[in-house]
Nanobody, 127 residues
Framework: QLQASGGGLVQPGGSLRLSCAVS????????IAWFRQAPGKEREGVSC????????YYAGSVKGRFTISRDNAKNTVYLLMNALKPEDTAVYYC??????????????????????WGKGTLVTVSS
């Protein structure tokens, strides 16, 4: 099971840190990813981290602004979001899975690669 939290309302340029608490993790689900979905848009892959080796992936739209990290002792994955923009407004979901492509060489995130999903947390970037 996955539980995302930490969403809220923030002004443009501000920061938020999302958390994804993971329980019942299996060895077949090495990757934890963050996706987001804005109203009227398709779900978009944002970032991903390998639990075993810590390698990371970022979508071009967030690279340099977002940082994904893990705390294996707390079974939690974080997404630190800096320099937030109105276009970052969306419901953010965390998901677990075993992508076909290793995280270290990822070029994109695909929702079907992830079979465990948590409920989303809403991030609103607005002045």
């Amino acid at each position: 099971q996955l539980q995302a939290s930490g969403g809220g309302l923030v002004q443009p340029g501000g920061s938020l840190r999302l958390s994804c608490a993971v329980s019942g993790f299996t060895s077949d689900e090495d990757a934890i990813a963050w996706f987001r979905q804005a109203p009227g848009k398709e779900r978009e892959g944002v970032s991903c981290i390998s639990i075993s080796d810590g390698s990371t992936y970022y979508a071009g739209s967030v690279k340099g602004r977002f940082t994904i990290s893990r705390d294996n002792a707390k079974n939690t994955v974080y997404l630190l979001m800096n320099a937030l923009k109105p276009e970052d407004t969306a419901v953010y979901y965390c998901a677990a899975g075993e992508p076909f492509v290793p995280v270290a060489t990822m070029k994109a995130l695909f929702p079907p690669d992830f079979d465990s999903w948590g409920k989303g947390t809403l991030v609103t970037v607005s002045s």
